[in-house]
């Protein structure tokens, strides 16, 4: 038995009502806890801001291409180089971090667990590989199925039962937790060079376009009864004037399950696009933050996009070779056989570019105008975006306008009329920071019962202290303190043990790789389907005995089983 | 006369890979292929041997007459032969000369070395069980 | 015993549809294999080192597994800067035990990578890799490409499992439908099976590659009548296959990597890949060696975040192919002790390069006798992954497999040896 009591704790938790009250938490055993006896280590919180740890719902840190964005990218490794020193491993990058470099990284601002936004499943071991040496986070993964030829297959034989039941297998086979679609159907018209406009457009051969895609899909994945809903990355990413293909895509989701949204839609900066070419976009976060409000089905993060270096990488592989054709940097592009693709390259987000202002606006814009922050929240797509690394700065940004007022001056003139930042004056507290980085996180992806986001009793001990007495400083004034405390905590505690104290790493590992296995009836299963077996061994390269991932790859693991409704 | 030296894999050099020490491994890697011209030019017939001299020694090998290789080049299938006559220069990037080092090739009476041969004469200890 | 879906641990292939039968602890029969596979499978016996072995004065000499572990270590702790070096031929597990090893030493971690398709990486890191999974030059590739490589020889099932032979989803009649073109300085046995061969002169790639972009951009008068001798003619002919194929792949071997121009041949190479990518769809791979080559650049790239070349010497990852490679470490006389493992680097280097082995205090880990054991100190025996040790390994393609073991010849694995090495090193520096 391990106990542990923090004291003097400047609790927010919206789950559990609880907003900045100083109070005790007490953890056994890796669970918060009514009391604790006299024996429990003790740590002072010194009334510091205390949250459940944070949970990042979309970033990219595990698998194939990430690490090819590492590959390619010995100047990325040097931008970002920390020694070996203690308990830490020696690490490399700034925007494509290795895996120690993003695990710290995360660790040291109270971040306890992360989901790797699209795993191709035919490459599924890599990410397993890349989770087992992530040692200080949760971790998950998006499934991808854009392009998935036996789901387009049954999308166009109106059989939801057979897309679930190939879901379920292709879940189970690869260990993964949730339904990602990315460019449905656009990854496998880029097998051929070419792309899908928007949700209308058919697929070449398999003709069935995006919306039933993503339609029969989002039906599977309540058939299946997943934690998480479907993930969303629209079709048409990056593009002027793409915001109407965004909420023609929303329009498409049934509302379908109570407890949570029935359609995540990820990185909706970049899909929030008014104009018709570069020279004229501007902002329709406003349109799209209405269409949000107006569906409570509807959960979104920000994709927030920052000033500066990083890495761009999606399986959306034709948007990397439009956006390639843009900035004529290095280009990488990786197709995966009858699944998906992806696409990789390096960019420079500069604030002397109108198009570039204009998306970080947007990004904010979106928070703000969205009335409940549990329906957007807080993410850069990792590293699309920005790095997570900036994280504290995006949410000083919604805490202060006189901080977004001041970095606004700093944008081209011609910027202002394509936006609406300036006159919004919303300031976020701390409950809605709390509800977009960690408490929304734990409901959109259907971890709250199981105690993840909030610290109520019988919650995981995952939490965050920060150097920063909340009662004691105004936000919107003194937003560099709140930066700078965002960026460190005193305590990252991670199932009630201390991971790391004032950005020194104190634990080799801790951590568990979450996993879903949905029960379907036996005779609907695919590994007896003489269709999808015969069909498997013709057209993989891999055998279908040998493409599962081993229980070797997930030596600490959480499967969550659910029981279909068939 | 100077020629290209190439080197690359083969079946057999492949096939031999885990058994460096067996006659059939440096049948395969001490044969340096020619083009059926230049071996008239160089007066040498098949099965006979040549010395291949390069920047980093030199080495006896057994002339296999190969149409398919072009006039100016010799190919060998890569190995320890080679790697006689080669440099370790990388021009920087980590990658020796392994296909385009240029070796001066002339009959000889000498013979081809053994493996075990070559082996002790840059210090090592060959091991035979 | 028969054991279905056996992956093979000999080429970058890593064809995972392998038949074979085991009985009594020996493999009889092998089914699906090439050559090459065959020949490993049922010749693994006969080559095996039974045990640990010391070199002395006057020969080599049994050691117990404690003494090669012990001593493993000492000369580990002892060096200044050692090199581990090889890796190719093991296991992602064990290679990521190599790397954390190279950076509680301080050390240098190269892989055979440096000496096959380091140059291809190198360019890589400048023009970036349009890539793709085997499945989709199978399923779709009407035109395959194959430059300075010859699968026949190195590859011997990548033709009839990956591209010309093999029927796709979107190819009935692949072998009839299905257009080879096959570009090299001599005529080899893949050049036989071409529907076009382009016969280059020796270094001439840089230059047919530059003209192929030229003509692919619509500037073909600038053209003269051959280019390193290869006809104007034939180059337009090719350029318009390319442009007029509906999904290409362009394979490329160490015809380009080690040849003159090394990493700016690729670069060459990937850039006109880019330039067809504005006409049609085009894809660029790398026919890889080892079977797990790959893996050891994926392994060392999330844990460093470089591919090969790594010194720790300060503390942290520095990587700079060309200074911190194996063969001009060697060359140098750079590095003051070697653990060898899964490789033969004495066959593969240049002499001078392997000459430095001899001089200082060399370790081989490695299941056979091979010619690096003649300039080692000791060699300790581990099972031969895909035989008797499973693990993962990376595919030319980037996908990963898990290989398996089929049998218990009751050698410890590079996993065990490697673990335990790295224990006592921690053990010693109190880590």
């Not at chain 3, 012990?70 to 580990?76: A, K």
């Not at chain 3, 192919?321 to 899964?342: F, H, M, N, Q, Y």
Request: charged fraction near 20%.
């Amino acid at each position: 038995m391990s106990e542990l009591l923090i004291r003097h704790a400047c609790v927010v938790d919206p789950v559990n009502r609880i907003s900045g009250e100083i109070m005790d938490l007490a953890v056994r055993d890796g669970r918060i806890v009514e009391s604790v006896s006299d024996r429990a280590e003790v740590i002072d919180a010194q009334g510091f801001l205390t949250m459940a740890g944070g949970i990042d719902s979309h970033t990219h840190i595990c698998g194939t291409k990430v690490n090819f964005g590492r590959y390619m990218s010995p100047e990325d490794m040097r931008a970002g180089r920390t020694l070996k020193k203690g308990q830490m491993h020696s690490t490399s990058g700034y925007s494509v971090p290795t895996t120690y470099g993003n695990s710290y990284r995360y660790a040291t601002m109270g971040y306890t667990a992360v989901l790797e936004g699209a795993m191709a499943p035919l490459e599924a071991r890599h990410t397993h590989e890349e989770f087992m040496a992530t040692p200080l986070q949760d971790t998950m993964a998006n499934v991808l199925f854009d392009g998935n030829w036996p789901v387009m297959e049954a999308v166009r034989d109106r059989d939801v039962k057979r897309v679930a039941a190939i879901v379920a297998w292709v879940l189970t086979a690869v260990k993964g937790f949730a339904i990602k679609i990315t460019n449905p159907g656009g990854t496998e018209a880029w097998g051929w060079g070419k792309n899908v406009t928007c949700i209308r457009d058919p697929v070449p051969y398999f003709e069935v376009t995006p919306a039933e895609i993503i339609e029969t899909l989002i039906r599977a994945n309540e058939i299946l009864r997943l934690p998480h809903s479907v993930h969303l990355h629209c079709n048409n990413l990056g593009t002027p004037g793409n915001y109407s293909c965004t909420i023609g895509s929303m329009d498409v989701a049934p509302d379908l399950n109570k407890e949570r949204q029935s359609l995540y839609v990820t990185h909706v900066q970049f899909h929030s696009y008014g104009g018709t070419s570069w020279k004229d976009i501007n902002s329709k976060a406003h349109v799209v933050a209405d269409a949000v409000n107006r569906k409570p089905h509807i959960v979104i993060d920000m994709g927030q996009m920052m000033f500066g270096k990083t890495t761009t990488m999606t399986a959306d592989g034709p948007m990397e070779f439009n956006l390639y054709k843009l900035h004529h940097n290095k280009w990488s592009n990786h197709d995966v056989e009858l699944e998906t693709g992806s696409g990789i390259i390096p960019v420079y987000y500069s604030r002397k570019s109108i198009v570039n202002s204009v998306m970080w606006a947007i990004g904010l814009e979106l928070a703000l105008l969205i009335k409940n922050p549990e329906q957007c929240l807080l993410a850069t797509d990792n590293p699309n975006g920005s790095p997570f690394v900036k994280y504290p700065e995006i949410i000083a940004l919604l805490m202060s306008n006189p901080y977004r007022q001041a970095e606004i001056a700093t944008l081209p003139p011609e910027t202002e009329s394509r936006i609406s930042l300036p006159a919004i004056d919303r300031e976020l507290d701390w409950n809605e920071i709390a509800m977009m980085t960690r408490a929304g996180q734990g409901r959109a992806l259907g971890l709250r019962k199981l105690g993840r986001g909030h610290l109520g009793l019988g919650a995981i001990a995952d939490i965050a202290i920060y150097p920063l007495s909340i009662g004691a400083i105004d936000p919107s004034k003194e937003y560099t303190r709140v930066i700078e405390a965002l960026r460190l905590t005193r305590y990252t505690i991670k199932n009630g043990k201390v991971i790391a104290r004032d950005g020194e790493i104190l634990s080799n590992r801790n951590k568990t790789t979450i996993w879903v296995r949905p029960k379907i009836p036996e005779q609907h299963r695919m590994d007896h389907d003489p269709d999808f077996i015969r069909n498997f061994e013709r057209y993989y390269t891999v055998r279908m005995s040998n493409y599962p991932v081993q229980e070797a790859y997930v030596p600490e693991s959480t499967c969550i089983e659910t029981e279909a409704v068939w | 006369m100077i020629f290209t030296l190439n080197t690359g894999r083969t079946i057999q050099q492949g096939n031999n890979v885990e058994m460096k020490y067996h006659p059939d491994y440096a049948k395969e890697v001490s044969r340096c292929h020619m083009n059926p011209l230049d071996m008239l030019d160089l007066g040498v017939m098949d099965g006979e041997r040549v010395r291949v001299t390069g920047p980093a020694g030199s080495v006896v090998m057994y002339v296999v007459q190969d149409e398919t290789v072009s006039h100016s080049t010799v190919f060998v299938p890569y190995g320890i032969y080679a790697n006689q006559v080669i440099s370790t220069e990388t021009h920087g990037t980590g990658m020796p000369d392994f296909k385009t080092t240029e070796a001066n090739l002339e009959p000889t009476e000498d013979s081809v070395l053994t493996v075990p041969e070559l082996l002790r004469a840059l210090g090592g200890m060959p091991y035979v069980a | 015993m028969l054991h279905e879906d056996v992956v093979c641990p000999f080429c970058a292939c890593l064809c995972d549809d392998l038949k074979v039968e085991t009985d009594n602890g020996t493999i009889v029969k092998v089914d699906n294999a090439c050559d090459l596979g065959n020949h490993k499978f049922l010749t693994d016996d006969d080559h095996r080192l039974k045990e640990p072995i010391r070199r002395t004065p006057s020969g080599w000499t049994s050691a117990t597994l404690q003494h090669a572990i012990d001593r493993t270590v000492e000369i580990l702790l002892g060096a200044d800067r050692p090199l581990l070096y090889g890796w190719s031929g093991t296991h992602g597990e064990a290679q990521s035990i190599g790397v954390h090893m190279a950076e509680v030493l301080g050390g240098v971690i190269d892989s055979t990578t440096s000496v096959c398709h380091g140059p291809s990486i190198l360019a890589i890191q400048e023009v970036g890799h349009p890539g793709c999974t085997l499945g989709q030059v199978k399923n779709r590739a009407d035109l395959v490409v194959y430059w300075g490589a010859n699968p026949i020889e190195a590859h011997p099932r990548h033709m009839s499992r990956y591209t010309t032979y093999t029927d796709g989803f979107f190819l009935d009649r692949a072998f009839k439908e299905r257009k080879v073109i096959v570009v090299d300085i001599r005529r080899t046995q893949t050049a036989e099976v071409a529907d076009e061969f382009i016969l280059i002169k020796k270094g001439g790639d840089y230059a047919v590659l530059s003209a192929l972009r030229a003509i692919v951009r619509g500037k073909s008068d600038m053209i003269p009548a051959t280019v390193a001798g290869v006809t104007k003619e034939q180059l337009l002919r090719i350029a318009e296959m390319c442009k007029k194929a509906k999904f290409g792949a362009f394979f490329f071997g160490m015809g380009i990597t080690q040849t003159q121009g090394k990493y700016k041949n690729i670069r060459n190479a990937i850039e006109l890949v880019d330039e067809l990518n504005r006409h049609t769809k085009f894809t660029l791979t790398p026919m890889r060696g080892h079977y797990n080559v790959y893996g050891f650049n994926e392994v060392c790239t999330w844990m460093t975040g470089y591919p090969y070349a790594v010194d720790f010497c300060r503390g942290m990852a520095f990587y700079n192919p060309g200074e911190t490679s194996a063969v001009d470490i060697l060359a140098r006389k750079e590095c003051d002790a070697c653990l060898v493992v899964a490789s033969d680097p004495a066959a593969h280097f240049p002499k001078d390069a392997v000459r430095h082995l001899g001089e200082i205090p060399t370790v081989q880990i490695d299941p056979y006798p091979n010619t690096t054991t003649a300039f080692c100190e000791l060699q300790i025996p581990v099972a031969v992954t895909g035989i008797d040790a499973q693990g993962t390994s990376y595919r030319m393609d980037g996908v990963p497999i898990r290989v398996k073991s089929i049998l218990n010849r009751g050698y410890p694995t590079d996993t065990d040896i490697l673990g335990e090495i790295y224990r006592r090193i921690k053990e010693a520096k109190r880590v």
